[in-house]
């Protein structure tokens, strides 16, 4: 018994000798390495023209948000996804004209808050706001020296029209139909003239704000 005891501990030492030691860590358990990835390859940092498509889609916001989604919705219909011939090229210079003229004339709109509680819409004239729907006798209507036409308005329509026009030639597709092939003069001027627009329009919002809360824009109380 003692012999074949004896053997037995010999046989085990031998097999501890040929299994190789795993480090342990006392919070995760035994080291896998085959887990880890064996070429790690770093994040590059973010180019130039992805931080001006952030920048274009924080202009987005200056737009009222049905101009952009009937653009965004259409534009690669319309485009046939920027591969354009004669007929759809023209399709899509009406789109973009009438995605311009209503960021344009949304400008001119305007909210109020109502007595009744209820959200009424308007146009502002050089008289005060003219409403689009009927005003119940206790809805409270607003008062017309604070809804009336100004300068400003026009300055903003105008700078709608800009930020619009700055987008869209951020567009591929519009890109791809108007220029399916740009010329390097081209390239940098579709690079850097939507960056300057986008400047001035943004300073010139800060610079000269509007408290007109119109349709496609949040509403004020």
């Known amino acids: 018994m003692k012999k074949r005891s004896s053997s037995t501990i010999s046989q085990a030492k031998t097999d ?20 880890k990835p064996q070429n790690v390859i770093p994040r590059s940092d973010s180019s130039a023209l992805t931080q001006t498509l952030a920048g274009a889609s924080h202009l987005a916001n200056l737009l009222p948000t049905g101009t952009l989604l009937l653009f965004q919705v259409l ?4 485009s046939n996804n920027g591969h354009c011939d004669h007929v759809r090229r023209s399709m899509t210079a009406i ?20 007595s ?18 009927y005003m119940s006798p206790g809805s409270g209507a607003p008062d017309p020296a604070k809804y009336k036409l100004r300068l400003v308005d026009f300055m903003h329509a105008f700078l709608s029209v800009l930020v619009f026009a700055a987008i869209a030639l951020y567009d591929k597709n519009v890109v791809g139909c108007f220029y399916p092939a740009p010329k390097e003069e ?4 579709l690079g850097v003239l939507p960056v300057a627009i ?8 800060v610079v000269f704000p509007t ?10 109380n």
């Open 186 to 189: 081209t390239e940098e001027i």
């Open 95 to 114: 789109l973009l004209t009438c995605c311009g003229l209503s960021g344009f004339l949304a400008s001119f709109t305007d909210s109020f808050k109502g």
């Open 211 to 220: 408290t007109r809360h119109g349709i496609g824009y949040p509403v004020s």
């Open 75 to 78: 534009c690669p219909m319309v």
């Open 198 to 205: 986008g400047l001035v329009c943004t300073t010139l919002f």
């Open 16 to 35: 501890d000798q040929k299994t190789p030691l795993v480090p342990i860590d006392s919070d995760t358990g035994p080291h896998d390495d085959s887990n």
């Open 116 to 133: 009744d509680g209820k959200i009424y819409y308007g146009f502002a004239t050089l008289k005060g706001l003219y409403t689009f729907e």
